[in-house]
C-alpha cells in the first residue's frame, strides 16, 4: 500500500491530482465517463471464481462494467482510470486498457504508474513481472506445481495445505508470504510458456526497456488463473521494500465470471486515504501537439517521449495503443493540432522524432534530447 506520509504529497486530494494529471498524458480518460456513451445490456448472474489473493476481487468491478456494456463488440481501445473508496480510510487509483492484446497495454499502464512515483517522490521503484503464458501453457504448469505442493506438504503450515484443496496458486501464493526458502524450489511458471506466451511477456520486456523502466522476472508474483494469463506484475519501493502497485493481464475473468472475451490489464495503486469525490480534469480542447508512431519499436521510443513531455509539463494527445498509423492520423485531433509529432522506424532506430506542421505541412527531424525544448518554443 502506498502510505501518503512517505511522499512529497501533502494528502489525498494532491495525490488524486497528480494521479490523473499523469493518466491523462499517458491517454487515460475517466472509465465511467467513457462507459457512460456507451449503450447497457443486462448482465447474467456471474460465475464463481477463484482468487488467491484477496485483492484480485477488486478487478471483478471494472470487469463487470465492461461487461453490461458490451465492450468485447467494440473495436475502439478503452483507456480509463477509476478511483474507488475501499474503507473509511483506503482508497484504490486503477488503471484500465481493454480492446487490445498487444502487450503495449500493459507496457502503457506500467509508465503512467512508474511516471506517477517518480513525481510523487518515490523514484526508486522496480517492477517484478511474472507469467502464466496461456491456457495451455498454464494447464501443465499447474499440474506439476500440484504434484510438487503435495509432495512438500509435511513441511508447509497447514493454511497452505488448506489452501491446496482449493486452488494450487492460492496455496503457492501463500507459501511465498510465509516461507519463500521453501517456494523457490516450486515450478516457475515461465519454464513452461509456450511460442505465444514467451512472444508477449518478451514483448513487454522489450516495451519497458525502451520506456527505461527497471524490472525483474519474479515467479512469485503469482495469481489465481481464474483471474489472470499472460502477464502479472508488481511495482515495489526499492529503498522501503513496500508494494506499491499490483495488476496484470486478465482476459480470463471476463470469460469465466460473465461468459465475455474482453482483452484488459488493470493496475491497481491502494492508498491510505478516503477518496469521497475527486476534481475531474478539464479535457483540453485546443491542444498544441498529437503524437503517432508506427511499428513497436517506435512504441518502445515513444513511451519514453511521454514520460519526457509529461514532465516537462507538455500535453500531447495520442492513441499509443493503436498499430495502424492511418487509424491514428485519421484521428480528428490529429487534423486539428497545430503539430503531430512522428515516430517510424526510421526515428526509432535515430533516437529522434518528426516535428509536423499541420498547416504549411513542413516538417523537421528533432533527436529525442532536445525535443522538450523544441516543442517549448513551439507552444510560444
Not at 350 to 379: E, F, N
Request: aromatic share 8%; charged share 25%.
Amino acid at each position: 500500500m502506498l502510505n501518503l506520509k512517505d511522499i512529497t504529497i501533502r494528502n489525498t486530494k494532491e495525490f488524486i491530482e497528480e494521479a490523473i494529471n499523469a493518466a491523462d498524458s499517458f491517454g487515460f480518460s475517466n472509465l465511467d465517463n467513457i462507459l457512460n456513451k456507451l449503450p447497457s445490456k443486462r448482465l447474467k448472474a456471474a460465475n464463481k471464481v477463484i482468487h488467491a489473493n484477496p485483492r484480485e476481487k477488486n478487478f471483478l468491478k471494472t470487469v463487470r462494467k465492461l461487461a453490461t456494456k458490451n465492450t468485447q463488440k467494440t473495436k475502439e481501445h478503452i483507456l480509463g482510470y477509476s478511483i474507488n473508496k475501499n474503507k473509511e480510510s483506503e482508497s484504490t487509483f486503477t488503471l484500465n486498457v481493454a480492446g487490445t492484446n498487444n502487450p503495449i497495454s500493459e507496457a502503457t499502464i506500467i509508465a503512467t504508474a512508474y511516471t506517477l512515483l517518480d513525481n510523487i517522490g518515490i523514484p526508486d521503484t522496480t517492477v517484478h513481472i511474472n507469467s502464466l503464458g496461456t491456457h495451455e501453457s498454464f494447464t501443465r504448469y499447474i499440474r506439476d506445481l500440484t504434484k510438487y505442493l503435495k509432495k512438500i506438504s509435511k513441511d508447509t503450515p497447514l493454511q497452505v495445505r488448506a489452501d491446496l484443496a482449493i486452488s494450487p496458486l492460492r496455496a503457492y501464493a501463500r507459501l511465498c508470504n510465509n516461507n519463500k526458502d521453501l517456494a523457490k524450489g516450486c515450478p516457475q511458471a515461465i519454464d513452461y510458456l509456450n511460442d505465444d506466451g514467451r512472444s508477449h511477456l518478451w514483448g513487454l520486456l522489450e516495451y519497458l526497456e525502451g520506456a527505461r523502466i527497471p524490472y525483474v522476472l519474479d515467479n512469485t508474483v503469482t495469481g489465481s488463473g481464474d483471474f489472470f494469463e499472460h502477464t502479472m506484475f508488481e511495482i515495489w519501493d526499492d529503498k522501503k521494500d513496500n508494494l506499491i502497485a499490483y495488476g496484470g493481464r486478465h482476459n480470463v475473468l471476463s470469460r469465466k465470471a460473465f461468459n465475455k472475451n474482453i482483452p484488459i490489464t488493470t493496475l491497481s495503486i491502494d492508498i491510505n486515504g478516503n477518496v469521497n469525490k475527486f476534481k475531474q480534469i478539464k479535457e483540453d480542447k485546443n491542444p498544441t501537439f498529437y503524437f503517432a508512431q508506427l511499428g513497436n519499436n517506435a512504441k518502445k521510443l515513444g513511451l519514453k517521449v511521454l514520460r519526457d513531455l509529461h514532465n516537462a509539463g507538455i500535453k500531447v494527445k495520442h492513441t499509443i495503443t493503436h498499430k495502424e498509423l492511418t487509424k491514428q492520423m485519421s484521428n480528428p485531433l490529429a487534423k486539428q493540432v497545430p503539430f503531430v509529432i512522428i515516430i517510424g522506424q526510421k526515428e526509432a532506430l535515430t533516437d529522434s522524432v518528426i516535428v509536423r506542421d499541420t498547416a504549411t505541412h513542413k516538417q523537421k527531424v528533432v533527436p529525442t534530447k532536445q525535443l522538450v525544448r523544441y516543442l517549448k518554443k513551439l507552444q510560444r
